[in-house]
């Protein structure tokens, strides 16, 4: 996978960290922890569209909600969306200073109900001491009685005088004790979107969410903040700012703007301070008025719009009448065209960076939301799309954002693989107390957490692995039956084809369609790669069946490998095992060995090679198709031949399945 160089957490400005989702739908209380690139895995309704949703609630000012949106409708808490964006730029931490901790910045979103004007507000998270909190609820004669409380317990503090000077005392003592304080939302609305104070936040980080499936009552005009639009004026707008022109445009506006509008060269702004106080003065005496002139937001210049029809069989219609799977492809084929925006050109590039310079400190970060990009798609096009998506991630857009975050549910095992292990996050409902819905929960892994799964199965010293260095061990694993294991309920790990063939066989046989129950039998292209796959799967709460040989007739065989995989499941060392257990399985040879033994090498023998004639194909093909394999048991079964050992081993897993 082609990063240009850069890795997932190499950023070059905000991004967000982490999100975290409090009463939303399925979600009771739960983080996501983001990336560069964030893919979402897991079953149908685990929560994956919920994330998504809420991010896309928290950049909507006015989003819209019904009691549906309340965790197990329960309205009487307030939905709650707390953003943390890490990565600031020093403009960015001066401007939010006040919220600013350890180098991130936290924004909470409340939505209560019912929905209404003042139902949504926006909170800075700054430390605070909740000690603290009785005093700034209080109010009137209550204001000295609860300060006086805190006095009891802080004898530094001292004598109240008046509301405002014990809320600043307070605040000094905060900021002079972080360690005893917590982030808790600040009193009023923050500055953050538009309609919302003066909208800071907005000039830094924007939302797009395309949805995985559009509602053409809303976008059938193609109008102004529909999915289309929004995507095709990022488009426009990273095409035009590759010209000289118009960044030569944007700079002369810009600056001819702030010429004019220099306050110190205003005269009628620096009379009106001294116009405001004497008018205040005629109502309040010793009172007066101070103005302080903000610099303003940059100019933005309008971009042209585009009324778009897609053509079909020659002829032309609204993009809106277009069938769903050319509507997606539309889409992808405009995110692609932003990627490409990314690659600099060589010509003027040195001139254009030096104008931009000033210019693209303007653009926001851009967080794209995509609900199951491989809609509609056909698989080659899915690897295309999923290197589109990467390639985004790892950069800017010219004209369009500083830096893109790209966060996508899929369920499409094109979208998610080992290299993107530290990107993964896989979502599961977990039971909660009895007469509540399940809720949703995160887990996730890393490439270091692997590495020491792997480290002490080894035997090895602390630090003696890494991420780094177990990343070249993970190559042999990047394949698309290990990639169906991030979506399975259960992930059955075997050395190869054959065994895969003989798991899938004997549960046909016996009636158990493994992959309906959400099992996935994956060969993992040798024994040397059991422990990596078990680990992973493992770490990222995915149920795991590990199967292996022991080996114990062969002249290369080493009993190291089959100390590591015990060490791994915690099991006493041996050389040779053999035995079958609620989460792993081991044969004193190979599984061939043990089904032969069971229901007869001969009978085995004679039935392969009679399929292998009806089939025309090899041995060594056909012990490898899962279909034979349970041609020959069930053909075994009518001579009462049955392999207790596999049964038994089909049992568990099912069992493991279902607990």
Known sequence: MDTGGRKFDEVATVIVKSVRVQNFRSIRDETLPCKLLTVLVGPNGSGKSSFLHALDAFYEVSAKYTDEDFYARQTSQPISITMTFTNLIEEEKKLFQKYVEGGELAVKKMMEWPPGKSSQKYHGMRLQNPEFDSFRRATGGNLRVEYNKLRGGYPELPSYTNQNEANEVLKNWEESHPEQCSRQPDEGQFF??????EA??????????IPAVRDASEDAAEGRGTVISNIMDLVVRSTLAQR?????????MQKRYDEIMDPEKLVE???????????????????????????GDGIEIPMPRADTKLVEDEYPSSVSHAGHGVQRAFILTMLQHLAHAQAPRTEGVAEAQNIEGKLMLKMPNLILGIEEPELYQHPNRQRHLSKILLQLAMGSVKGVAEQTQI??????????DVEKLDCVRALRKMSRAQGEPKQTKVFYTTRDDVAKIIEKADGKPEDTYTGKTLSPRLQTLMTPWMNEGFFADVAVLVEGEEDRAIILGIANAAGHNLESLGISVIPCMGKGNLDKATAIFSSLQIKVYTIWDSDCEKKDAKAEDNH????????????WPEKVTGNFACFKKNMTSTLCDEIGEDFYNDALGALCGQLGLKKDDTCKNPTVIEEIIKEAQKQNRVSKTLNNIITHIIDLRND
Not at 409 to 414: A, C, E, G, I
Not at 564 to 575: A, C, G, S
């Open 200 to 209: 800071h936040l907005e000039r830094y980080t924007r939302f797009l969410l």
């Open 407 to 416: 966060i996508y549910s899929t369920h499409s095992p094109l979208f998610v």
């Open 564 to 575: 590591r995989l015990l060490r791994l499941h915690n099991e006493p060392i041996e050389d």
């Open 192 to 197: 953050g979107f538009k309609e919302v104070g």
């Open 269 to 295: 702004l620096q009379s009106l301070e001294l116009d405001l106080s004497k008018t205040l003065q005629m109502y309040v005496p010793d009172a007066a008025v101070r103005l302080t002139w903000l610099k």
């Open 244 to 252: 000289q022109d118009m960044r030569e445009l944007q700079e002369d």
